[in-house]
């Protein structure tokens, strides 16, 4: 390759700040605007692959800015976990920019190139989340992911708009400001870094007793994370653009939450010190608690974005299942819950905006028979829903597999029992959309599918969703890579 | 009781100040005109002054002016030197509250406080109805 | 000459802006009382600038008036704490006096101008004063005389609003009122030790000890600066007189005039008194920290209902204000200098966010809330000035704010305060709603119907985007301020004789 890790590490943080400005230059040009979009996508992810080619051949690349106060650098550093989200958050960006360009001229909404510049702030902010190599610049970047989002989720500029907008902004900022902060300081003032380390910062620094209360502040701080009671967030924030809904749900914003979560249980809390301090038993309740609840009031939601975004609500518990059980298996599970997760739920909103530009349609009720004009759009969705549920050969499979795994470890006989509802209560959500578009008679007044710049992205995530099935050991022995213990307790 | 009394006639210079800062302050608060405050005002402030004045006095001691008798008691000058710059302090004080009060009069056509408010609240309320 | 100069940077630092001031009235060119004003400002700024850089390896300058050595003459003392308040003030005073010219031009009649920027010019004096001085009864002359300056330029809003008039007379009355509180005070202490330079009384009032006087000399000085300083609830005067004085003299004064107050404070707490009987610190805590709390939930509070932008801001100072003297209370070295950054910090982000108020005032004629709905597709500059401001209020990320809350929320975690955390956060998630409130109706409703706006000039964008740029950079880098603010606190432990954790 012709640059450095290093150099491809900051390149894939900072050009997509410098595409924003292109793309404000490029406001009267729409076309070439998109092309800059799509293109700036591309290249970052190139560039992030560069990076785990590097990170596979044993240079791992680091960044380090400067110290905004003294001891607290912005700096980034390359790791298995945020790779994998790194790949993720940029290769899904590809498909949603191409599919953005498409969704928004059919929809023909007002503002495009705001939006496209609030896009790609966001998924800079992703990747910066995805690289920090300590908790201040996660949090930095935590929070620039919370504001460059507002203006995309407050886009149609309604007042439906305005008020899901300011739910979504309240819940989020004050979570992380009164919940996450306190806890990032305490983390700080216990151990004297916020490095992300192998095998946890706290071990030896923090009273036992008192680290179920630091993790139920990181838990319920994190509010991307949506565990209930802090979900509301989500569905307020269903009046966006079904792309804005994509890239909430499926890519940057919850999926940041999670992964925050994760890496923050790993690298800071350390698995050990959470399975032997028992500190994260409390949060398994809470999670499971987060998985059936959404899903049933999904099955509720006869608005399809509204019934995907409290499926969505569910499917993340999943995650923090997964770091609660602290445990190897329950790591892995939680990353690939992510990378599943992702390219499904990907799939269901982008054919959730393909259905509304065709058919202006929102309603399940409404989209009885629609499958017959459509059945590319909703062939996609039945697959995408097949992996959400955990069936094979799709993704989804492998993390349920995963989870059940950790659970069983764990014998957390309730939990393998919660896992078991949760995707029988998936089905009872997501399969009657399928069905009653495919199978049900075809409403008179005759639709057409979307137009190829939303219908090619579509097929490409529910192909994908095939993919990640064979392709999830490749992810698995990765993520054995994942340093779990410290380096001088390892054997 | 001879002590209270003792007490009370020996510090009478302080029960003075006491007095009068009390008379003062309660003008500056519980008057409506604006006027009326500011003399309130100037009767708190020259309590101060008499404050420092009396502190400074010594007893027996005479003008600190340099008489050539080497046995002469001084009166502290310092307290007095302070005073007079807080009292050109005070005028600034006044003539500048005096000057507000004459404006105030003429954009409002009153000095009275209450009559003020209702003329500040009637004007947010239209501001508020706009 | 240059030798000569440096010797006397610390007069020079008051004397020039006191000179400069009554040419500024005497001037009839047009706009020479400006540009008088604004090279006097210049001249200042390059002085404490100066001697910024002398102390900040942790030198005293110490400046006989007159050649009389102290006690008995008038000392002026620059260490790192007031080299770095008069930088604030100075800078300030350049950058507001830039931003003036256009915005007062608008909001003051021309025939006042020069009589304006006299006043403007002494009120500088008049804080550069206060802070340099080492002597206590010069603290009151230099208060004094920026107070009285301030009430006029306050009172120069009349013309937009006569509200303005009776702002000032209040302001006037309880300003007095705390400064006569200041000099009963004083004179208390003088009655013990007989003497009134700092460094001095400081020395003596360790060797008296506790008594009656003593007490009453800290009380009346705590409320008297209590009074200036506008903590809660002797705040009463600040709301009104910020929202009617010219914009322009809001951004000055609220970047300065309360930040030079708790310099005074602190000086007086930590290096007067010196936590020397615990009376001292026990007052500290019963009394100031509980009213800090209060007055930085209530004044956020407060702000969230307000419609008039500027009076919105001023509540946010007082909750600010809380901020600091929660900072204070805290009586820890961490505590002090989580107040100190703040005070450095909040004044930039509040000068750049009246600023902000005044290109409303100008170019859209009005600072209701109401009615400048959109006003963000007509004046993107200055109102995404007021975004970052506004966040810098709230305390997110890469802005000063955040600086400051870290710092504070450390600091309180240190003492394991945890209600005091509570009450720093739930202040800022407060902030979050009246912050968010302005920059919804900015972004997000459609502007009112035929109303015509345009972009501020140049001359207020600078100086406005100056300080908002500072909030930025002092918030991605913060090295230069918080080492600053480390020192500063770290001179006020060493003067205390508390000892620290």
Redesign the interface.
């Known amino acids: 390759m012709m640059i450095t890790s290093n150099y491809a590490l900051f390149l894939a943080l900072f050009l997509p700040l410098g595409a924003a400005v292109l793309l404000a230059a490029l406001r009267d040009m729409p076309r070439a605007r998109d092309i800059a979009h799509v293109a700036t996508a591309a290249i970052t992810f190139a560039l992030v692959l560069r990076v785990l080619s590097g990170f596979l051949a044993g240079d791992v690349a680091h960044l380090y800015l400067f110290d905004v106060m003294s001891g607290l650098p912005l700096a980034f550093a390359v790791e298995p976990l945020g790779l994998v989200f790194a790949a993720l958050a940029s290769g899904l960006w590809i498909v949603i920019a191409i599919y953005a360009a498409g969704y928004m001229r059919a929809a023909e909404e007002a503002h495009q190139t705001r939006f496209a510049i609030f896009f790609t702030l966001a998924i800079a902010a992703a990747l910066g989340i995805a690289f920090s190599a300590n908790l201040f610049t996660l949090f930095i970047f935590y929070e620039v992911l919370t504001l460059s989002t507002y203006p995309l989720v407050a886009h149609k500029g309604t007042d439906e708009a305005r008020k899901g907008a300011r739910t979504y902004l309240i819940i989020l900022l004050s979570t992380s400001i009164a919940l996450l902060f306190p806890a990032i300081i305490w983390t700080w003032l216990a151990s004297g870094t916020l490095n992300f380390e192998p095998g946890g910062i706290l071990q030896g620094h923090l009273d036992p007793a008192l680290a179920p209360v630091l993790l139920a502040l990181f838990a319920f701080g994190i509010g991307k994370a949506a565990l209930m009671p802090f979900h509301r967030w989500l569905p307020a924030a269903m009046v966006a653009p079904a792309p804005v809904s994509a890239l909430l749900h499926a890519v940057a914003v919850v999926k940041g939450g999670v992964f925050a979560l994760l890496k923050i249980s790993v690298y800071i809390f350390g698995t050990g010190y959470l399975s032997s301090t028992n500190a994260s038993q409390w949060l398994i309740w809470v999670a499971a608690f987060s998985i059936i609840v959404p899903a049933l009031i999904a099955i509720t939601k006869d608005d399809l974005k509204a019934r995907l975004a409290y499926s969505t609500i569910s499917q993340l518990a999943y995650v923090t299942l997964g770091v609660a059980l602290a445990s190897q298996a329950g790591m892995i599970g939680s990353t690939l819950q992510i990378v599943m997760h992702a390219m499904a739920k990907i799939t269901l909103f982008m054919c959730a905006g393909a259905i509304y530009v065709a058919a202006r349609k929102t309603k399940v009720s409404d989209m009885s028979g629609l499958g017959r004009a459509m059945p590319v759009t909703f062939t996609a969705f039945l697959i995408a829903s097949f992996s959400i549920i955990g069936l094979p050969p799709l993704g989804g499979a492998w993390s349920k597999y995963f989870l059940l795994l950790a659970a069983a470890d764990a014998q957390q006989t309730a939990m393998i029992i919660v896992l078991g509802v949760g995707s029988l209560l998936s089905i009872a959500y997501l399969l009657p959309v399928a069905a009653r578009a495919l199978f049900l008679p075809a409403p008179a007044e005759m639709t057409r599918e979307a137009p190829p710049a939303m219908l090619i992205p579509i097929c490409a995530t529910a192909f994908g969703c095939l993919l990640l099935f064979v392709f999830a050991h490749d992810i698995y022995g990765f993520l054995l890579n994942v340093p779990l213990l410290a380096p001088e307790v390892a054997p | 009781m001879d002590d209270l009394i003792t007490q009370i006639t020996a510090h009478y210079n302080y029960w003075m100040v006491i007095i009068l800062m009390m008379i003062g302050l309660y003008i500056t608060i519980s008057r409506g005109n604006l006027i009326k405050k500011i003399v309130g005002l100037n009767i708190f402030q020259t309590s101060v002054f008499m404050f420092y004045i009396s502190m400074g006095k010594v007893t027996g001691g005479t003008a600190p002016i340099l008489t050539g008798n080497p046995d002469e008691v001084y009166s502290n000058p310092l307290p007095h030197v302070l005073i007079l710059t807080a009292i050109v302090v005070g005028i600034a004080t006044t003539s500048l509250a005096l000057a507000l009060a004459v404006r105030i009069r003429e954009a409002y056509g009153t000095i009275e406080e209450d009559e003020l408010l209702t003329i500040e609240r009637d004007a947010e309320a239209a501001e508020d109805k706009i | 000459m240059p030798q000569f100069i440096a010797q006397h940077l610390p007069i020079l630092q008051v004397i020039v802006p006191l000179i400069a001031a009554p040419f500024c009235a005497l001037i009839s060119v047009r706009n020479g009382a400006w540009w008088l004003a604004f090279v006097t400002s210049l001249v200042t700024f390059a002085i404490s600038v100066l001697l910024f850089a002398a102390t900040f390896d942790g030198e005293i300058i110490s400046y006989h008036l007159g050649g009389w050595a102290p006690p008995i003459g008038i000392e002026y003392r620059v260490d790192m704490l007031n080299a770095f308040v008069l930088t604030i003030v100075s800078g300030t005073g350049v950058l507001t006096l830039l931003y003036a010219r256009a915005s007062v031009a608008h909001e003051v009649d021309a025939k006042q101008h020069g009589l304006f920027y006299t006043a403007f010019v002494l009120c500088l004096t008049g804080l550069l004063g206060v802070t340099i001085t080492g002597d206590a ?1 010069n603290v ?2 230099f208060l ?1 005389i920026s107070s ?1 300056a301030t ?2 330029i306050v ?1 120069s809003g ?1 013309k937009t609003d ?2 303005a ?2 702002a ?2 209040n302001y ?2 309880m300003g ?2 705390g ?2 509180f200041f ?2 005070g004083l ?1 208390l202490l ?2 013990i030790t ?1 003497t ?1 330079n700092m460094a001095d009384l400081a020395q003596r009032l360790l060797e008296h000890g506790d008594s009656r006087t003593l007490r009453m000399g800290y009380a009346f000085i705590l409320v008297g600066l209590g009074l200036k300083l506008a903590m809660f609830p002797l705040h009463q005067w600040l709301p009104n007189a910020y929202t009617y004085a010219p914009s322009a003299v809001s951004a000055f004064l609220s970047a300065t005039a309360t930040k030079v107050a708790i310099y005074v404070l602190l000086r007086f707490l930590f290096s007067v008194f010196g936590f020397s009987i615990p009376f001292e610190a026990d007052i500290l805590f019963l009394v100031v920290l509980p009213l800090a709390l209060a007055g930085s939930l209530i004044g956020a509070y407060i702000a969230t209902y307000q ?1 008039n932008l500027k009076r919105l801001l001023a509540y946010s100072s007082i909750s600010q204000i809380g901020a600091m003297l929660i900072g204070v209370s805290m009586l820890s070295a961490s505590g002090l200098m989580a107040a100190i950054i703040h005070l450095f910090n909040h004044a930039v982000t509040k000068a750049s966010l009246y600023m902000v108020a005044g290109a409303y005032a100008k170019e859209a004629g009005t600072v ?1 809330i ?2 400048l709905r959109g006003v963000g597709r007509d004046m993107p500059f200055t109102t995404a000035a007021f975004v970052v401001g506004g ?1 810098s209020l ?5 802005t000063v704010g955040f ?1 400051s ?3 504070l ?2 600091a309180a ?2 003492r394991g305060w945890w209600p005091v ?1 509570i009450v720093i ?2 202040s ?2 407060i902030a ?2 009246y912050v ?1 409130k302005f920059i ?1 109706a900015a ?3 459609p502007a009112p119907q035929g109303i015509i706006r345009r972009e501020a000039p140049l001359t207020m964008l600078i100086p406005m985007w100056i300080f908002a740029g500072l909030s930025l950079f002092f ?5 230069l301020t ?2 600053a603010a480390a020192r500063a606190a770290q001179g006020l432990v060493a003067a205390s004789s508390l000892i620290w954790q």
């Open positions: 009864f009151f002359v004094e009285l009430y006029a009172a009349a006569r509200r008039l009776t000032a007379y006037l009355i007095t009122i400064a006569t000099v009963i004179g003088y009655m007989g009134l419609d209701s109401r009615e966040m709230i305390g997110i990320p890469l600086i809350k870290w710092y929320v450390e975690l240190m955390v956060v739930v800022s998630l979050l709603i968010g919804e972004y997000m409703h918030g991605i880098n913060s090295s918080s080492e």
